[in-house]
Antibody, heavy 124, light 107 residues
Framework: EVQLVESGGDLVQPGGSLRLSCEAS????????MNWVRQAPGKELEWISY????????YYADSVKGRFTISRDNAKNSLSLQMNSLRDEDTAVYYC?????????????????WGQGTLVTVSS | DIQMTQSPSSLSASVGDRVTITCRAS??????LAWYQQQPGKVPKLLIY???TLQSGVPSRFSGSGSGTDFTLTISSLQPEDVATYYC?????????FGQGTRLEIK
């Protein structure tokens, strides 16, 4: 069974840092791009970051560029999101989601499956 | 950046009704559009990709159409379990923008 499990969500003060992890199983992790998506309470989905299968291409939403860093460890089937300079508006459930298979390109970068999400709360 | 706009923002329909949700891209995206369903309190689930290809396991009452800038998601006969928020998303280039969502309720 393909599975993604996020962890690392917590309550953090504004200006603080947090590192999220996403552990993958049930598929060949190194063969897929990965994404992070967040959802503020009662709000819509917001894509925030993408990393290709071998980390050669990385993209960020403008809302997190310069503050968040995506990375992956294909040997450990693990995806990470380092979040610095956190703001109140970063409060959300953070999901990891599998993207395109290697070689397929962005034209196949629909998101499936998604993890169950981890809650990040930024508040003093 | 390309913006994705869904309409309506919310709708209420009766069981058995045909329901249509529209998604418009601010620039052409060919057929590089996906639809997701998020049931209350649940994780988003992929319904359709490439504008009209049904993801494995998704009931055949769901269908998608469109290309370029205008897309639709149709539920041919609404079921109680279809209560959810539906999102469209462009995925051919970053940013991989989602629409604002359409909340579907049962009358």
């Amino acid at each position: 069974e393909v599975q993604l499990v996020e962890s690392g969500g917590d309550l953090v003060q504004p200006g603080g840092s947090l590192r999220l992890s996403c552990e993958a199983s049930g598929f060949t992790f190194k063969s897929y791009a990965m994404n992070w998506v967040r959802q503020a309470p009662g709000k819509e989905l917001e894509w925030i970051s993408y990393i290709s299968s071998i980390s050669s291409n990385i993209y960020y939403a403008d809302s997190v560029k310069g503050r968040f860093t995506i990375s992956r460890d294909n040997a450990k089937n693990s995806l990470s999101l380092q979040m610095n300079s956190l703001r109140d508006e970063d409060t959300a459930v953070y999901y990891c989601a599998r993207g395109a298979m290697v070689g397929a390109g962005l034209i196949s970068n629909w998101f499936d499956p998604w993890g169950q999400g981890t809650l990040v709360t930024v508040s003093s | 950046d390309i913006q994705m706009t869904q309409s309506p923002s919310s709708l209420s329909a009766s069981v058995g009704d045909r329901v249509t949700i529209t998604c418009r891209a601010s620039q052409g995206i060919s057929k590089h559009l996906a639809w997701y369903q998020q049931q209350p309190g649940k994780v988003p689930k992929l319904l359709i990709y490439a504008a009209s290809t049904l993801q494995s396991g998704v009931p055949s009452r769901f269908s998608g159409s469109g290309s370029g800038t205008d897309f639709t998601l149709t539920i041919s006969s609404l079921q109680p379990e279809d209560v959810a928020t539906y999102y469209c998303q462009k995925y051919n280039s970053a940013p991989f923008t989602f629409g604002q969502g359409t909340r579907l309720e049962i009358k």
